[in-house]
């Protein structure tokens, strides 16, 4: 049978382990970065929120890496949320093992949105906003 779906170069490597966090701890780690405010609010959200139970979170230098297990590796089922203060977007990228990745940018007014479509087909976690 002929392989339909291109091979990556990283194909049988599996990515580094991430240590997850308690999501308190990741609400400190963005409220010490000023510039980083609306990242700020997204993650207080989260963590006050029922799913940050059912998710588990790391941070690299300043994105925000979320999956439905601890202690994941990298690159398997992996939700990369980066802030990019100069432009005032969110980026979202999901990455897998097979390199199927999907991929959005928005505004800080849809991130929640965002990332409430995100865990909900990927992780099958259903997000349920506050009441405002």
Same mark, same amino acid.
Request: charged residues 25%; aromatic residues 12%.
């Given at each position: 049978?002929?392989?339909?779906? %291109?091979?990556? !170069?990283?194909?049988?490597? +599996?990515? #580094?382990?991430?240590?997850? +966090? %308690?999501?308190?701890?990741?609400?400190?780690?963005?409220?010490?970065?000023?510039?980083?405010? %609306?990242?700020? !609010?997204?993650?207080?959200?989260?963590?006050?929120?029922?799913?940050?139970?059912? =998710?588990?979170?790391?941070?690299?230098?300043? &994105?925000?890496?979320?999956?439905?297990?601890?202690?994941?590796?990298?690159? &398997?089922?992996? =939700?990369?949320?980066?802030?990019?203060?100069?432009?005032?977007?969110?980026?979202? !990228?999901? #990455?897998?093992?097979?390199? #199927? &990745?999907?991929?959005?940018?928005?505004?800080?007014?849809?991130?929640?949105?965002?990332? +409430?479509?995100?865990?909900? =087909?990927?992780?099958?976690?259903?997000? &349920?906003?506050?009441?405002?």
């Amino acid at each position: 049978m002929t392989d339909i779906t %291109p091979k990556s !170069r990283t194909e049988g490597q +599996r990515g #580094h382990v991430i240590h997850t +966090r %308690p999501w308190p701890e990741i609400v400190e780690r963005y409220r010490v970065v000023v510039t980083f405010a %609306p990242m700020l !609010r997204f993650v207080e959200a989260i963590a006050a929120s029922p799913v940050s139970a059912q =998710l588990f979170a790391a941070t690299s230098m300043f &994105d925000l890496f979320v999956s439905d297990c601890a202690d994941f590796r990298f690159g &398997d089922n992996t =939700l990369c949320i980066a802030f990019r203060p100069s432009e005032s977007t969110f980026h979202f !990228r999901h #990455h897998t093992f097979s390199g #199927h &990745d999907d991929q959005k940018t928005c505004a800080e007014s849809e991130a929640l949105q965002t990332f +409430r479509l995100f865990v909900r =087909l990927k992780y099958g976690v259903l997000f &349920d906003r506050p009441p405002a």
